[in-house]
């Protein structure tokens, strides 16, 4: 039996400090979306978010997107890109119009949304997003289709999220010179947020925390939208940093401690576990680790020790953002962890302990033909990327003097279909 015919494909490349990974998918014509192929590698020239070396960031796109294509039997030409560095800053503007008490048309909402973008300023940086979260009808909030009410005030809520222009453009230009056309940078908080969070609470109120190799994004989402997000230069390859330097262990060695023996929580037997430095079939290779055995073993309860202490650095910067952007009260309970860092044993529980909040892991919702090793937090951006994508976004875009400035209406349904008619320029 044949299956569902495509209509549409799209890729998509998170490109992380730890790994790049890409994505193959398509639109059915039932409007189901199908992961047609994925693929990652471990990443190249790329340091806490930013591009250090062009040649070999090049390089692993082109590697990453050449297995995702395969596997998909497929070929793209253009992408959207994962972006979770490059100073991203994230801010609501708003702006209101008179309508003088008669019926809303489809015209006023043209209009507010064309008048709305003179309000965003991005002072000499790009605009990445800047996207209408919800409408006010006379100061109440929350609209999500105005058309067809009355007021004598519309107004609208757009989220913009600022990047330094700078990166960006390495970020863009090693994409291109991987043969590939970039559609849109994208900020991994809203990827991220497209794949983890419910619209429930996103309504409530919630904390979406991605936890990188290098870079970990704190992102606070209030009445359905994003409203704020601060970046915290640390992430889980501190921790593998720091297992490296206490037992003086190559990284290597270390990332597969913590993966494989490591955790977040302390048990009463792990000091009298010992866990081998070595993977099967290396023994004897290599100097012996400090504080192991003669068989170059270590105790597990130091290697949980220096995990938690790193651990809890990091929660401490997690609890400053959250404090610094008043996630607290009513609207500040439910924390959400994902991003590679997510997948350490135990860390809801050190996190929940740590946070004083009710703490949950955010996984990549389940998506037709996605392989069973990109099920995993550390995709959720990536999961999150093809979803933001299937919205299909309008862009507009405007080239200044210094900067490129990409403005983006989408993601109300409704709101996708009204901006399809603004086609001028800024």
Known sequence: MAGPRITRVFGAVNIG???????????SDTGEMIVLGSGHRASQGIKRGYVTDIAAATYA??????RAEKMADTSVQKVWIGCSGAGLASRIDQFDAEIGGRRIEQEDIDQLLVNARE??????????????????????????????????????????????????????????????????????PIAAGQACLSPEERDLGVALVE??????????????????????????????????SAFGIRRFQAERLKCVNG????????????????????????????????????????????????????????????????????????????????????????????????????????????????????????????LYAADDPVDIRTFGKDYQRTVRYSGLGMVGRVVRALKEYF
């Not at 400090?17 to 639109?27: M, T, Y």
């Not at 939208?225 to 940093?241: E, K, Q």
């Open 17 to 27: 400090s730890f790994r790049i990974s890409a994505i193959v998918a398509g639109i």
């Open 61 to 66: 796109v082109r590697d990453a997107i050449d």
């Open 119 to 188: 309000v965003i300023q991005p002072d000499g940086r790009m605009v990445l997003h800047a996207q209408p979260a919800q409408y006010r009808l006379d100061g109440a909030h929350g609209v999500i289709d105005p058309k067809g009410l009355h007021a004598e005030r519309l107004g609208v809520d757009i989220h913009v999220m600022l990047a330094d222009g700078a990166p960006i453009r390495n970020l863009t230009e090693a994409v291109q010179s991987a043969h590939l056309e970039v559609e849109a940078v994208v900020g991994s």
């Open 211 to 244: 936890l990188g190799a290098e870079v970990s994004n704190v992102a606070v989402y209030s009445g359905g939208m994003l409203t704020d997000m601060i970046s915290i230069p640390m992430g889980s390859a501190d921790i593998t940093d720091a297992i490296a």
């Open 263 to 386: 955790s977040a929580i302390a048990s009463p037997t792990d000091h009298r576990e010992m866990i081998p430095v070595n993977a099967p079939g290396e023994e004897g290779t290599g100097p012996i680790a400090r504080h192991a055995d003669e068989k170059n073993r270590i105790p597990r309860a130091e290697l949980i020790g220096v995990i938690t202490g790193q651990l809890g650095v990091l929660m401490e910067e997690v609890n400053k953002a959250l404090k610094a952007m008043n996630f607290s009260g009513q609207r500040g309970k439910q924390v959400v962890f994902t991003g590679g860092g997510a997948e350490l044993v135990g860390l809801a529980d050190f996190a929940q302990a740590a946070l004083g909040k009710p703490v949950r892991i955010g996984r990549v919702p389940q998506l037709a033909g996605l392989a069973e090793a990109h099920v995993k937090p550390g995709f959720s951006t990536l999961a999150g990327l093809v």
